[in-house]
């Protein structure tokens, strides 16, 4: 199994910053794409950004040009700057990881999640 270390959350202002982190491990696997993904309560788990091996990104409109995504490939760790909070931000926040052992299929694994709540 993949195995993950989240933290970062917590209770912000509107207009305010946090930084989550994300540290994967596991042993015999390899890890290539990895995110963050978010779900309002009553709401579906949508994607909030996913950065690939080669740093490429993919966010979603509702975040691009607030959050920021980086990742340490050495230490399968991410990144999660979200600068400018809104109300609506307000979710848990899953970290996800494409991985998969030699010769095997990937396989999406999921971090416990971690509560962002902007409010004032």
């Known amino acids: 199994q993949v195995q993950f270390v989240e933290s970062g959350g917590g209770l912000v202002q509107p207009g305010g910053s946090l930084r989550l982190s994300c540290a994967a491990s596991?042993?015999?696997?390899?890890?290539?794409?990895m995110g963050w993904y978010r779900q309002a309560p009553g709401k579906q788990r949508d994607m909030v950004v996913v950065?690939?091996?080669?740093?490429?990104?993919n966010y979603a409109p509702s975040v691009r040009g607030r959050f920021t995504i980086s990742r340490d490939n050495a230490k399968n760790t991410v990144y999660l700057q979200m600068n400018s909070l809104k109300p609506e931000d307000t979710a848990v926040y899953y970290c996800?990881?494409?991985?998969?052992?030699?010769?095997?299929?990937?396989?999406?694994?999921w971090g416990q999640g971690t509560q962002v709540t902007v409010s004032s």
């Open positions: 996800n990881a494409q991985a998969r052992r030699p010769g095997l299929l990937f396989s999406d694994y």
């Open positions: 596991g042993s015999g696997f390899i890890i290539y794409t």
């Open positions: 950065i690939d091996s080669d740093g490429s990104t």
